[in-house]
């Protein structure tokens, strides 16, 4: 059984991470208006990430006999003044998100809830990589400081990401065999 203070927290981490993929779909649009189309493939296929990562907490709480309850969404900002300062907002976020994922590896060790630790450890692992990621971006388009070749060029590199739904969590969204 999931310790009750657990089961609150995680249910705050689905709202956050489901806020996470809000902020992307509303980046997606926001390049989607700007006809940075590889940009906001990039941030649709982020905001499919994201559900997923609602959606582990979901799975890891309904497993240990919890009941999920979702709450109110924010809502994102619709607008950025340039691709350099959504993807600063990216990974602004991303930085808070580490944060909250701290908290929570604190938390289960205050409650000694020791079957949250590999789900706990998953997530440490992403964020590192999520900053990394959008860290990375960011970089790029401060090297081409708003040059619009520059701009073609990074847009067209983020045109190839895809998003591939992991195997272990398809059964999660009714997709391949049920868990
Ligand atoms: Fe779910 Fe991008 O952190």
């Known amino acids: 059984m999931i310790p009750k203070k657990m089961e609150a927290a995680f249910n705050e981490q689905i709202k956050h991470e489901l806020e996470s993929a809000y902020i992307y779909l509303a980046m997606a649009a926001y390049f989607e208006d700007q006809g940075l189309d590889g940009m906001a493939r990039w941030m649709r296929a982020q905001t499919q990430e994201e559900v997923t990562h609602a959606m582990r907490f979901y799975k890891h709480i309904a497993e240990r006999g919890g009941r999920v309850k979702l709450h109110a969404l924010a809502e994102p900002p619709a607008d950025y003044s340039s691709p350099l300062a959504a993807f600063e907002g990216a990974l602004e976020h991303e930085r808070f998100i580490t944060g909250t994922i701290n908290e929570l590896v604190k938390l289960g060790r205050e409650e000694n ?49 895809n998003f591939v739904l992991n195997p272990e969590l398809a059964g999660l969204f009714a997709q391949g065999p049920a868990q």
């Open 113 to 161: 809830d020791y079957a949250s630790e590999s789900l706990l450890q998953w997530f440490v692992d992403e964020q590192v990589e999520e900053e990394e990621t959008a860290g990375r971006v960011v970089q790029q388009l401060k090297v081409v400081s708003g040059d619009g070749r520059g701009l073609l060029m990074i847009d067209r590199e983020l045109a190839t990401r």
